[in-house]
């Protein structure tokens, strides 16, 4: 398994590429823009791209769909049935989007790629699970979590989407949609929200 991550669109939405070296696929996390950069990162991988996945309908994931979906007619667009697309902050996407959601699994090449609800940010938030990777979209950033007074945004849902997160067994690297990655075992010591979440007062010893 290969990441590659690339900044797009006007606030810097990291982009990821999920590559199985050995079958020469990949998929498109959260192309937030500058579709004829995201394609010329693919085509640099080496591998061919065969799905989009999107943690979230927000215009800052998603504002590449349709360029991608030009440049690769066939490339299916997976989003959450939950998120209110077509509302603001919330563009409609490409008439080949498909639904996914809590417990769904997709194959990008030999890597399975696991679908867990983490509504909170919006409605349809997920985070996708690969090995000992997390991809969490704006549910979890590093010393902090996405926001929760957007439409759609609610606190409640934060935590508990929060508490899933940190009450994973093992530890993970974690690809958020903003700022840099981190890693689980990290967030669960440092991370205010995320202890907040999880019920401790402070930073763990």
Do not use: W
């Not at 077509?86 to 996407?93: K, N």
């Amino acid at each position: 398994m290969k990441i590659k991550s690339l900044q797009v669109g006007p606030i810097g939405t990291n982009c990821y590429l999920l590559c199985d070296e050995e079958k020469k696929v990949c998929a498109v996390i959260d192309p937030g823009g500058e579709a004829g950069r995201v394609r010329d990162a693919i085509l640099e991988t080496g591998c061919d791209p065969v799905s989009i996945l999107l943690t979230h309908g927000h215009y800052d994931h998603t504002t590449g769909v349709a360029g991608l979906v030009a440049f690769y007619p066939d490339l299916p667009v997976y989003i959450s049935p939950k998120e209110p697309l077509g509302q603001p902050l919330y563009p409609a996407l490409p008439e080949n989007a498909k639904s996914y959601g809590e417990g769904d699994t997709l194959s990008v090449g030999n890597l399975t790629v696991t679908v867990l609800a983490t509504p909170g940010h919006s409605p349809g938030s997920v985070t996708l699970l690969v090995e000992d990777a997390l991809f969490v979209g704006d549910t979890l950033f590093a010393g902090s979590c996405g926001r929760t007074d957007l439409p759609g945004g609610d606190y409640d849902a934060m935590m508990v989407s929060l508490r899933r997160l940190g009450s994973l067994e093992g530890n993970f690297e974690v690809y958020p949609g903003h700022m840099e990655p981190t890693d689980l075992a990290c967030e669960r010591s440092t991370n205010f929200y995320l202890l907040e979440a999880m019920g401790n007062e402070g930073p763990l010893e």
